[in-house]
Nanobody, 124 residues
Framework: QVQLVESGGGLVQAGNSLRVSCAFS????????MAWFRQAPGQEREFVAA????????YYADSVKDRFTISRDNAKKTVYLQMNNLKPEDTAVYYC?????????????????WGQGTQVTVSS
């Protein structure tokens, strides 16, 4: 059974940076597509970024492109989300997701495994 544990959230001022991490255990990490989603209060969960098993192919939501970077360390079984130039609208709970195969990278229903989430709050 896959377990995902996020860490690294917190309170930052707009314009600053933050990196959140997701530790994977329970299965072979290299076999899984990894993604980050986020959910702001009163809103639906939305796609942020995804990274394929090869650690090369990455995909981003338009709202975070050129500011966020997803990466993975297959040796450490960890996926990261580096967030730069943060904005108040980035405030949300950030969730890590994993699946060995997805029919739609951008759809949260494509992912079977989820972490508990980590809160990111950006003050103006």
């Amino acid at each position: 059974q896959v377990q995902l544990v996020e860490s690294g959230g917190g309170l930052v001022q707009a314009g600053n940076s933050l990196r959140v991490s997701c530790a994977f255990s329970g299965r072979t990490f290299n076999n899984y597509i990894m993604a980050w989603f986020r959910q702001a209060p009163g809103q639906e969960r939305e796609f942020v970024a995804a990274i394929m098993r090869n650690a090369i192919s990455t995909y981003y939501a338009d709202s975070v492109k050129d500011r966020f970077t997803i990466s993975r360390d297959n040796a450490k079984k960890t996926v990261y989300l580096q967030m730069n130039n943060l904005k108040p609208e980035d405030t949300a709970v950030y969730y890590c997701a994993a699946d060995p195969r997805t029919y739609n990278l951008y759809n949260d229903r494509s992912y079977e495994n989820w972490g508990q989430g980590t809160q990111v709050t950006v003050s103006s």
